[in-house]
């Protein structure tokens, strides 16, 4: 499949947004000096009204209102590299996926026709990435300063990856999956994004290795032609542009494990540990908090007096979110919001509130969800050196008149 009219790297042209009715112009606030002087709205090829935050690597933020709907169009979705050297569509034309370790009978090299022919699984899932909301984290801490918008949610297919395994054999005594990608370092002595699983998540039926995104081939920004997806885990496991598999005996000791992405033990609640990366003192950072954001109404507007609609979604790592509340009032007191209903334990769970008349002047609306194991979201940041997982309730201000 030729993707040529795709971007050809992370050098792509950009160029200045137009505004766009119903969708915010706003750089948000909380963000740092050196951050909102380069950030702006842009239109990548095949993905108008981005936000960028940094050109190299390409990473660029979806603007809050595609949330006001449970799936995220391809078009709209975030954008998120770690390294420069970004693939370009004609070096995936000859793609292939090498499947070898000490912990499978037999390497294999599979093409696309060979995937293509497995059977396929299909799994709603929200990809976020580990630092969602850093930009808003105080004091601000190094990294990616992004805003709402580093996620998404989307309709996945391909095969299992437990699958794709078996064309390798895989041995009783593997214990992890080391994962490559096509994206690679331009600097002599920037380690290669490389990252693991243990085997319990790499063999469940809902991780796979996905050829399409919401029915179509996958945008090159977001993987093309094969990306991992790792339902309940954040986006740092889902390794986009998949060349490499290796099934091994031993965890993976490289510094996209050892050194990023981890955070102090026990500081946030996991269902299954990463038991062989874990230390007496840090883990990696693994599974989705509850979480819940505000699509509409926007920051800034003005709304009527007559009463509005207040939307937006809430998510977690896979039990499901059971309660979302809203508060008009900055906090101080909540009411209950309507929940639609649940479209998959990995989807984001819109909900709505209708305020009915109001009162002119400004008002601090803030939202909160309540997942189904009981895990509410965090008044206070759990502070870590990467601002991972803020979880605390945002705020959106508007005016009624």
Not at 9 to 29: C, K, N, Q
């Amino acid at each position: 499949m030729r993707r040529r009219h795709m971007i050809a790297g992370a050098g792509a042209a950009l160029v200045a947004s137009p505004s766009v009715a119903g969708e915010s112009t706003r750089i948000p606030g909380g963000l740092p000096d050196g951050t909102r002087a380069i950030a702006r709205f842009v239109n990548l090829p095949g993905k108008p009204r981005m936000l960028r935050l940094t050109d190299r690597p390409p990473n660029y933020a979806s603007p809050v209102n595609v949330f006001s709907d449970v799936v995220t169009p391809n078009d709209r979705f975030f954008v998120r590299y770690h390294l420069d050297s970004v693939p370009a569509a004609a070096d995936m034309e000859n793609w292939s996926l090498s499947i070898g370790g000490d912990a499978v009978q037999r390497p294999v090299t599979l093409k696309l026709s060979d995937l293509l022919d497995l059977p396929a699984a299909q799994v709603l899932s929200v990809c976020q990435c580990a630092g969602n909301r850093r930009g808003l984290v105080e004091p601000h801490v190094p990294g990616v300063e992004w805003t709402d918008g580093a996620m998404g949610c989307a309709v996945w297919r391909g095969p299992a990856l437990r699958d794709v395994l078996k064309a390798a054999g895989v041995k009783p005594e593997a214990l992890e999956v080391w994962l490559g990608g096509a994206d690679k370092p331009l600097m002599e002595g920037t380690p290669a994004f490389r990252k693991s699983l243990p085997m319990e998540k790499a063999l469940d039926g809902d991780t796979i290795v996905a050829l399409s995104m919401n029915n179509a081939p996958l945008p090159l920004l977001n993987g093309y032609p094969a990306r991992l997806i790792v339902p309940g885990w954040t986006g740092t496991y889902w390794m986009k542009h998949l060349t490499s598999i290796e099934v091994s005996t031993q965890p993976l000791k490289n510094f996209w494990m050892q050194t990023a992405y981890r955070v102090p033990a026990g500081l946030f609640p996991v269902d299954k540990p990463f038991v062989s990366q874990a230390t007496e003192t840090t883990v990696p950072i693994t599974e989705l908090v509850v979480n819940s954001v505000i699509a509409a109404p926007l920051d800034g507007e003005e709304v009527e007096r007559s009463g509005f609609t207040i939307s937006g979604v809430a998510w977690d790592r896979g039990a499901g979110i059971t309660r979302v509340e809203v508060s008009l009032d900055g906090g101080r007191n909540w009411l209950g919001a309507l929940l639609e209903g649940p479209l998959g334990q990995y989807a984001y769970r819109r909900f709505s509130f209708q305020t009915g008349s109001m009162r002119p002047g400004s008002y601090r609306l803030m939202c909160r969800a309540v997942s189904q194991s009981g895990e509410k979201q965090a008044e206070r940041m759990k502070v870590n050196p990467g601002g991972y997982h803020n979880n605390v309730p945002g705020a959106v201000t508007v005016v009624v008149s």
